[in-house]
Structure formats: structure tokens, C-alpha cells
């Protein structure tokens, strides 16, 4: 057992370290936006760009960016379902609120990852590393409300999801997944997580065009397979089923505009 949580810490570490490298404020700038063109899996057409700009973003943390080398994060499969390029600056250790003013401009900030793009879709996921790296998951309540509000007007994440419909852009805010009543460092999150997407949830009903994809009650008990072997991201085919809903999601909405 020790030697498996030892694992998943020394996991996460090394996705946090090697997305950048912030030491004394240096960040190179060559990884500040990652893009995800769809590149296809081994059983997956090609997929042409096509003309213009991606018209999906897809912004957030580990979990987004998560199995990008072999483009199977949760954005490359989102880009193949729906036959078109998505964008993924998603950035591992990425968090909501983030005081480093040249890491965070570079994407350690995922409210900063969004630079005013008019775009159709944006894909947002984050506040994990908040709750979890931010503060123990334990007295977080502050911090929480820095994020979002109890009924989901104010905070960081309202103020970026309203600067996105200002541009025009639908939200989608991509929930976490759950661990399968198995052991994992993120556990005790669980109740403050729950409390924290109940939040996401007030926002999505008082905003006009922004969704809430609720990945809480995906995983069956037990079963380990929509998760990587940290017991914290997602498998390949917990990203594959992820993408899928949120094509589902978004090729519904597009089909009644």
C-alpha cells in the first residue's frame, strides 16, 4: 500500500515538474500553449485541419492534458468524434489561482490560458489542484470562494466563463472523476470536490449558454479501469469515454442553434 500511494506521488510530480519548469520565475516560453490537431489513433482516420482556426478550446489542468504525447487526452478523442481540430492548452498542475505572474501567463493559470479567441466552444476543467495541492483538502473554504461563490456568481471561474460568452463562445466545465471506492491520495477530496462542482452547477444555471458535464457518478463501483494506475487521471479509456460525452454534449447543443 505504501508502495503504491508512493507511486502515485511520484507520478504526479513528475507530470507537474515536466509541464514547466518554474524556478525563480523562469518559464520557457515554447511551452505555453500546447495544441491538440487531432491527430489520429492507430484505428482513427486522418482528420484534416481544414480551413481557419480550431473553433474548440479545450483549457485546464492534468486531467485535459493528460496521455497528450500519444494524443489520447480527452481533447484529441473530443477533436476525432466530432471530425475537426481542438485546441488543448490544458497544462499539468495548472490551478484556477495561481500568483506567478510569468509561469501563469504561460498557461499555470488556466484562467490566463484563454487569451479572447472568438471561438464557438471553449472546454474548461480545473480547481483540483487547488483544493488538493491549494490546501489539504481541508480547510478550504476561502480558497473555494476565491474560485466560485456558493451560488456561483463570483470568483475567478464566473469572471472567465463570462469573459468567454462576452466573446461569444458556449462554456463547457468538465467535472472529475471519482475514485471507484478504491484507495487513492485524492479521497478525503472527495465531499469538497462534491461540494465545490455543486457550485459549477449554480454558475451553469445562471448563465445563459454554459453546460456542466458531470463525470461524478461515471465510474462503476469498483471498477479501476476508467483511471490510470495513480488511481487519479484517467485511463485511456476513461479520457475516450470523456471525449465522447463531451462531443455528444456539444454536436446536440450545435444541432438545436
Known sequence: MLHAR???????????????????????????????????????????????????????DSMMAW?????????????????????????????????????????????????????????????????????????????????ISAGGTAGAIPALTHEIRQKGARVVYLGYLRSPGVDSMIDSCRELGDAFEARVANMVRAMDGVYFLDLSRLVPEGDRSFHGADMIHPSKKGSRVIGQKLADLIRQVDETR
Not at 520565475?25 to 481557419?52: F, K, L, V, Y
Open 67 to 147: 496521455h497528450l504525447v500519444s494524443r489520447n487526452s480527452i481533447a484529441d478523442v473530443l477533436g476525432r468524434v466530432l471530425g475537426e481540430p481542438v485546441e488543448n492548452r490544458a497544462m499539468g498542475g495548472a490551478r484556477i489561482l495561481y500568483g506567478l505572474p510569468i509561469s501563469g501567463a504561460i498557461g499555470m493559470n488556466i484562467t490566463k490560458q484563454y487569451r479572447g479567441e472568438a471561438v464557438d466552444w471553449v472546454v474548461i476543467n480545473g480547481g483540483g489542484n487547488d483544493l488538493w495541492l491549494g490546501c489539504g483538502c481541508g480547510a478550504c473554504e476561502r480558497k473555494m470562494n476565491r474560485m
Open 6 to 60: 508512493m507511486k502515485s506521488i511520484l507520478t504526479f510530480l513528475f507530470l507537474t515538474m515536466s509541464a514547466v519548469i518554474v524556478s525563480g520565475e523562469i518559464a520557457s516560453a515554447n511551452g505555453s500553449e500546447i495544441t491538440s490537431r487531432a491527430a489520429p489513433a492507430n484505428d482513427a482516420p486522418q482528420i484534416d485541419s481544414g480551413e481557419g482556426e480550431p473553433r474548440i478550446l479545450a483549457l485546464g
